[in-house]
């Protein structure tokens, strides 16, 4: 069946319009440069938050008569940003004078009332460590690339949380962006004065921060790269295009490298396949649009798609090409590229998992498992004629030792498995086939080749099928046949195909 042509759909985002909901507090910057802090305490928890404040620039007044050594040694130590102040005497009502915050390590909820009365008084925002009712404000935990500066709040409610996701933050951003954000501010004045508000400045931003998180060291110099990235930005029609993977459907499965390609688009070319929360990470102003590409449908034609990346690049704009899977596998992504090339449109490619990756991971199963396969290949289920591949190496498929998974293959199933039987292999090889990979619908067929055309059926066609071929599937063949323990899904799959072989 020949799949019909349409044009291009623009799709509006699924966001809901915006508006904040309820916030447990507000998160605020609050500087802190050259004024005065009053810290109550003398403990190693009120020298973590001395440590802190200085660190922010602020002049910290330290109220103890004595001092456990680790804050001692911060006195001596000092602060590189801010200045520390020790008084060797408790607190009193003067002693917020002047004062921007009020911080304090009481020893009772006695004397937490007294220090909390006293600022409020004088009219300044007081925190009682690690108690919550006393707090006017609390700390967060912090991801430090000054300039840059991430704060994390639960609200008191689950501080370990909080850590477990400034870990997570720490590991996503390179440690080289404090350098580039202090660059940041240094070129700012001229892209201000030079470039026209909008995309001028907006292209001169994206690349800047391509550079920041591309591992590159900042340059000392500044003028060769506010020369380069400034002539960019102004050039007319100086448009490129990025080919991305959207990896087979569960957008956790996006790399960080997609994931900034989609939030710095101004136009998204996406496929039917491509899930809606993937979409959902782009820049809430990117324009979408929907190109169809999915076998046995209607369709946009791929010169539509080509002809129409290049007319948007060449009106400066930074289209996205976001494909399901990997571009550079089953996805046309040379063509593409081809295309692009010869029409001097400067273009580049974010690799995605692939399908045959992402059902190896679900499954289990290593496609490469040294005791049962030495290679993989991954063969098109279907050739342009809408049969079976006549250029593929059908016999050299047959080696026992090597893993095949076939993509598109759902609608010739049948003709795979007589092909392959022909071609000498058992139709007792063990054969997996996955519908919806990673997705909510996922479901799965384990069998044997000479039952893969039912078991293909029972799957149906409305989602994509991978049909994986090979002795390494010979564990999830075992494991139905022997009736073993299986996952929830499992179960439910199993139902599913009972009775398929």
């Given at each position: ?98 004062a921007a915050l009020a911080i304090a390590d009481a020893r009772s909820d006695g004397e937490a009332e007294a220090f909390v ?342 799957l149906g066609l409305e989602d994509p099928v991978l049909i994986g071929v090979g002795s390494v599937f010979r564990e999830n ?25």
């Amino acid at each position: 069946m020949t799949p019909t042509s349409r044009k291009p759909v623009e799709v509006e985002s699924r966001r809901r319009p915006a508006h904040v909901g309820a916030l447990a507090s507000l998160p605020l910057f609050f500087p802190l440069q050259g004024r005065k802090v009053l810290l109550a305490g003398g403990t190693e928890a009120a020298a973590w938050k001395a440590e802190l404040l200085a660190a922010a620039g602020a002049e910290v007044h330290v109220y103890a008569v004595d001092l456990e050594p680790s804050f001692a040694a911060l006195l001596v130590s000092g602060s590189a940003a801010g200045r520390l102040v020790h008084h060797a005497k408790p607190w009193t009502p003067a002693s917020f004078d002047g004062a921007a915050l009020a911080i304090a390590d009481a020893r009772s909820d006695g004397e937490a009332e007294a220090f909390v009365h006293a600022a409020r008084q004088s009219g300044v925002p007081v925190n009682v460590i690690d108690n919550p009712p006393f707090c006017d404000f609390q700390f967060g935990s912090i991801v430090n690339r000054s300039p840059v500066v991430i704060g994390i709040s639960t609200n008191g409610v689950a501080p370990i949380l909080g850590q477990a996701i400034r870990r997570r933050i720490e590991t996503l951003l390179p440690q080289s962006l404090q350098i580039w954000a202090g660059l940041a501010g240094r070129v700012r004045g001229r892209a201000l004065s030079f470039l026209k508000a909008g995309q001028e400045r907006r292209r001169f931003w994206e690349r800047f921060t391509d550079l920041a998180f591309s591992g590159r060291d900042a340059p000392e110099e500044t003028g060769e790269l506010e020369s380069s990235l400034l002539g960019e930005a102004r050039a007319s029609g100086s448009g490129r295009v990025t080919l991305v993977g959207a990896g087979p459907g569960d957008a956790e499965y996006l790399t960080l490298k997609a994931v900034r390609a989609l939030q710095a688009a101004d136009v998204i070319l996406f496929d039917d396949l491509v899930d809606d929360a993937v979409l959902e990470l782009a820049r809430r102003e990117a324009k979408r649009l929907l190109v169809g590409k999915r076998g046995g449908r209607e369709s946009c034609r791929q010169e539509d798609i080509n002809a129409m990346m290049v007319r948007l690049a060449r009106q400066g704009k930074h289209v996205v090409r976001l494909k399901s899977g990997d571009p550079m596998i089953f996805g046309r992504g040379g063509e593409e590229l081809d295309r692009l090339a010869a029409e001097g449109i400067a273009a580049s490619v974010v690799p995605g998992i692939t399908a045959a990756s992402a059902m190896a991971a679900r499954l289990g199963i290593s496609l490469t498992h040294r005791d049962h396969a030495q290679s993989v290949r991954f063969v098109t289920g279907h050739g342009r004629h809408g049969d079976l591949p006549d250029t593929v190496d059908w016999h050299g498929l047959t080696d026992a030792a090597t893993t095949t998974v076939f993509y598109m293959g759902a609608r010739m199933a049948g003709k795979i498995s007589a092909k392959l039987i022909s071609e000498g292999m058992s139709p007792h090889m063990p054969v997996v086939a996955v519908a919806a990979v990673s997705r909510k619908g996922e479901r799965k067929w384990v069998g044997t080749l000479g039952a893969l055309a039912a078991g293909v059926d029972r799957l149906g066609l409305e989602d994509p099928v991978l049909i994986g071929v090979g002795s390494v599937f010979r564990e999830n063949l075992s494991r139905k046949e022997a009736g073993a323990p299986q996952t929830a899904r499992e179960d439910a799959l199993q139902m599913q195909v009972a009775g398929s072989l």
